[in-house]
């Protein structure tokens, strides 16, 4: 039971839900998405062993952009650690995820696709370092040039893509179509009408 007054039982009350919705705000709410910079130095990330986490947008991915639905903005969430290893050997560790909308070759519709891919890359600068990098790591090549962080993320992505985007038959905007087009043919042949187009083509079906 409390002891106290009532307004010192209120007072207790007050400071602590101040108290939770600071602790809410510190520790529970999620981070803001922020964008990361187009170009980077990855040399100089991993020699002071930097964390990028942050937001890409797809919108100047050109490669990528022809699988993709026109006119929705949507962003790759990256999260990459650089550092060097026992061996000394710069690398990029981490993460490139994206939920794409992509575009159904089948009935040309939307079509969702979580790309979820994990980077492991070593930054090599010629073809000794090539040579003795470590199976685990993907080459990084570099020369003087700064890193294209979002032509990394395009091509993380490009390899996480269905080979022909297409949604499953069951639920795919072209499942009418060629249901009604089986229902013409079947009400075409009906009519017992031999010389039909559609009789040629329920032919040419039933050899499949
Ligand atoms: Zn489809």
Not at 64 to 76: K, P, R
Not at 78 to 90: H, K, N, P, Q, Y
């Given at each position: 039971?409390?002891?106290?007054?009532?307004?010192?039982f209120?007072?207790?009350?007050?400071?602590?839900?101040?108290f939770?919705?600071?602790?809410?705000?510190?520790?529970?709410?999620?981070?803001?998405?922020?964008?990361?910079p187009?170009?980077?130095?990855?040399?100089?990330?991993?020699?002071?062993?930097?964390?990028?986490?942050g937001?890409?947008p797809?919108?100047?991915?050109?490669r990528?952009?022809?699988?993709?639905?026109?006119?929705?903005?949507?962003?790759?969430e990256?999260?990459?650690?650089?550092?060097?290893?026992?061996?000394?050997?710069?690398y990029?560790?981490?993460?490139v995820?994206?939920?794409?909308?992509?575009?159904?070759?089948?009935?040309?519709?939307?079509?969702?696709?979580?790309?979820?891919?994990?980077?492991?890359?070593?930054?090599?600068?010629?073809?000794?370092?090539?040579?003795?990098?470590?199976?685990?790591?993907?080459?990084?090549?570099?020369?003087?040039?700064?890193?294209?962080?979002?032509?990394?993320?395009?091509?993380?992505?490009?390899?996480?893509?269905?080979?022909?985007?297409?949604h499953?038959?069951?639920?795919?905007?072209?499942?009418?179509?060629?249901?009604?087009?089986?229902?013409?043919?079947?009400?075409?042949?009906?009519?017992?009408?031999?010389?039909?187009?559609?009789?040629?083509?329920?032919?040419?079906?039933?050899?499949?």
């Open positions: 039971m409390w002891s106290g007054s009532k307004n010192q209120i007072q207790r009350l007050n400071q602590e839900y101040s939770d919705s600071e602790v809410g705000c510190r520790y529970h709410a999620p981070p803001m998405s922020r964008r990361l187009e170009f980077v130095d990855p040399v100089k990330l991993c020699d002071t062993r930097q964390t990028l986490a937001a890409v797809l919108a100047s991915m050109e990528l952009g022809q699988s993709l639905v026109q006119g929705i903005d949507q962003e790759a990256v999260l990459l650690e650089f550092g060097s290893d026992e061996a000394g050997i710069r990029v560790r981490g993460s995820q994206a939920k794409l909308e992509l575009v159904c070759q089948r009935c040309m519709g939307k079509m969702s696709w979580s790309v979820e891919s994990q980077v492991a890359l070593g930054i090599v600068r010629g073809a000794r370092d090539l040579q003795f990098l470590p199976d685990h790591y993907e080459p990084l090549e570099m020369g003087d040039e700064p890193l294209s962080l979002t032509a990394l993320v395009e091509d993380e992505l490009i390899l996480g893509l269905p080979i022909v985007a297409m499953e038959p069951e639920i795919c905007g072209a499942k009418n179509v060629i249901d009604s087009l089986n229902e013409q043919v079947d009400k075409e042949l009906s009519k017992e009408k031999p010389e039909s187009p559609f009789a040629v083509l329920k032919q040419l079906k039933s050899k499949q």
